[in-house]
């Protein structure tokens, strides 16, 4: 089992900066996994904004958000983040971590993907 933490959420202006941050805690010993963020606004679907292999190589993000946010991760630390800049309004949302075992990432949806943290919200006004 795998607890994810997220943190670094907040209500910034329009063109301002985010840096979330989210944690990894394992019973057993660390194991490959893809990590990603995803994004839900109610009543919507969460979809994903960014995934990461589990050796950094490979990125993924969605098209809304390329250029202006980067993920990344420190597999020492085990944790994951996404810096965000030039913030819309249209990227507020509750923002969660999540991931799955394996060196490689499936394809960016909520049901591949096995562990999710609590969510952190992002306003943007």
């Known amino acids: 089992h795998v607890q994810l933490v997220e943190s670094g959420g907040g209500s910034v202006p329009a063109g301002g900066s985010l840096r979330l941050s989210c944690v990894a805690s394992?019973?057993?010993?660390?194991?490959?996994?893809?990590m990603a963020w995803f994004r839900q606004i109610p009543g919507e679907e969460r979809e994903a904004v960014a995934t990461i292999t589990n050796d950094g190589a490979e990125k993924y993000y969605a098209d809304s958000v390329k250029g202006r946010f980067t993920v990344s991760r420190d597999n020492y630390r085990k944790a994951l983040f996404l810096n965000m800049n030039t913030l819309k309004p249209e990227d507020s949302a509750m923002y969660y971590c999540a991931a799955h075992p394996g060196d490689w990432c499936y394809t960016p949806v909520r049901a591949n993907f096995r562990w999710w943290g609590q969510g952190t919200q992002v306003t943007v006004s």
């Open positions: 394992t019973a057993s010993g660390p194991s490959a996994s893809c």
